[in-house]
């Protein structure tokens, strides 16, 4: 039985797979396909299952994890030895997008791309999850820095990925997905250009750019999906389906590998990751199963919540009403975003030092009002009331850790990172909560990108460089809902009831 993609005959014995094997054949070669030919996309590599199923008087016990293995030629020449391998590591967040380029030829070198278009704003290693559309035309959109202070942003739509919702007002027609394609496109566009510019382009028609994204870890299997569905559409699984990786994994290999204090870590210690972002933190806890190469287990599911930093933000400006009432107000929604943003400083200076007694946010457009503190258009802050702002979320922070402890016998490190983990009050904070049990907190070194930075270093082990082990704990369980022969003392009375035609004595809902 054969099937036909693009310009190549492929022959596929369906009837026989054996465990992860699948029989293929180039018809016009009759050789059997080699480990170094190039992987198939899952979407191609089903689209060929799917015909095979179709046609085969007996596709036998087909399985997507057969078809997961399965390699071909179909989409250029076979890897050789001279081919280029680009790793890119896309770390989309609710708040900021950290993007990083990896050379197979120079594994050690992790480049954070950092050539953001900007409308005249200092661009950092991260580029604000953001989008703004022209007044009437969607197909006109600014992003990231590029985005003038007098549009309307759009923020937070990463979480329709998980909530299933439209998580915030939405212009022009336009849906959650129509603004995560807007935005991934842009910034599938941008690295592209970028890989064009800094390789030459004899290397670059050779190469292979393969991605890989970071979800949170709390999220769910349809959510991993949808952002890999999402990534697939905008360009990033051309050579190979981008692989879809937890946040926190990430940020233990990158850490784990980049702390100074690394050596010092023995097998069976437990570290805690506390992944720490700008909208979601994630808690888990993983012991040393080796050191070199590196091999962890988690001692439970992770955990988490939406406790990041922009939940200042939130606090920060419901501070702000009750303080401005009316005067705040009249202010648009653009001013509105512009204060928050002023914050922003504010908020990243922080460090609860008594010789730091006083924060000024800027307000636009505002004079003087003394009963709510603002002079001069500056809105006045005390150290204790931007301590209970970050308090009403870094509480937060410390139950999940707490919960987390609690599940095992003990702790011998934490380690913060994100964007949130590279907070000095978290630090601060989470230091003080473990001073008590004698637990070491360290924060590594590019804290805000280690995600990004172990994305990347776990993408390179698809081409066999320098393999993590890593077991993890179940976090659901799926099976099929059938009605079962009673069995007294096996099932619960309160599920028993008697098939009308039949008369048998049946178990209902129960889980195979």
């Known amino acids: 039985m054969s099937n036909k993609i693009g310009t190549r005959w492929l022959l596929v014995d369906v009837n026989t797979i054996v465990g992860n094997v699948v029989s293929a054949e180039e018809v016009s070669s009759k050789r059997p396909l080699l480990a170094s030919d190039r992987i198939l996309g899952r979407a191609a590599i089903n689209g060929l299952l799917s015909a095979a199923r179709t046609q085969a008087a007996n596709p036998g016990a087909l399985s ?27 770390d989309f967040g609710t708040i900021y997008t950290a993007v990083v380029r990896v050379d197979a030829t120079n594994s050690s070198q992790l480049e954070i791309i950092n050539n953001w278009p900007t409308a005249r704003q200092v661009v950092g290693s991260q580029i604000p999850t953001e989008i703004a559309y022209s ?9 990231g820095y590029n985005i003038s202070p007098n549009d309307q942003k759009i923020k ?45 382009k004899e290397t670059m028609q050779k190469a292979t750019v393969d991605f890989a994204l970071t979800v949170p870890a709390i999220w769910s299997d349809a959510a991993r999906k949808k952002t890999q569905d999402s990534a697939v559409r905008e ?45 979601t933190v994630d808690i888990i806890i993983y012991k040393i199963l080796q050191i070199n190469p590196l091999s962890i287990i988690e001692c439970t599911a992770g955990i988490g919540d939406y406790c990041g930093s922009t939940f ?17 107000a009249v202010f648009s929604s653009v001013q509105r975003q512009q204060v928050i943003k002023n914050f922003e400083a504010a908020k990243v200076a922080f460090r609860n030092e008594p010789e730091q007694e006083d924060f000024y946010v800027n307000l636009p457009t505002i004079g003087n009002i003394e009963e709510a503190g603002v002079q001069s258009g500056n809105f006045h802050m005390t150290r204790a009331e931007m301590r209970g702002l970050f308090n009403a979320v870094t509480d937060r922070v410390l139950d999940l850790i707490n919960v987390q402890v609690r599940n095992v016998t003990s702790v011998n490190l934490v380690v913060l990172v994100g964007g949130f ?8 904070r989470v230091s003080m909560w473990a001073s008590r049990a004698q637990i070491r907190v360290l924060q590594p070194r590019e804290a805000a990108t280690a995600i990004v930075r172990g994305a990347a270093l776990k993408g390179l082990e698809t081409i066999g460089l320098s393999k993590t082990h890593i077991v993890r704990r179940a976090r659901r369980w799926y099976g099929v809902i059938v009605n079962e022969t009673f069995v007294d003392g096996k ?22």
């Open 235 to 279: 360009g990033m699984g051309k050579s190979l389906l981008p692989q879809i990786y937890s946040e926190s994994e990430c940020a233990a290999i990158y850490a784990l590998k980049d702390l100074d204090d690394v050596k010092s870590l023995c097998i069976n210690d437990r570290i805690l990751i506390c992944d720490a972002g700008c909208g």
């Open 491 to 512: 099932y619960l009375l309160e599920d028993y009831f008697s098939n009308g035609d039949s008369g048998r004595m049946l178990a209902r809902n129960q889980i195979r």
């Open 64 to 90: 997507i994890r057969a078809a997961q293995t399965l390699t071909c030629r179909l989409h250029g020449p076979p890897m050789t030895e001279s081919t280029h391998k680009i790793i890119i590591s896309v």
């Open 421 to 428: 983990g590279d907070s000095e009050y978290l630090y601060q």
């Open 135 to 143: 007044d009437n035309d969607r197909a006109k959109f600014s992003w």
């Open 156 to 200: 937070w739509f990463k979480l329709s990925l998980e909530l299933e919702q439209d998580v915030v007002e939405l212009p022009l027609g336009l849906t959650s997905t129509d603004v995560i394609s807007d935005f991934l496109s842009a910034i599938y566009k941008h690295i592209m250009a970028t890989l064009h510019r800094r390789v030459d």
């Open 312 to 328: 200042i933000d939130r606090e920060a400006e419901k501070f702000f009403i009750r303080r401005m009432g009316l005067h705040y």
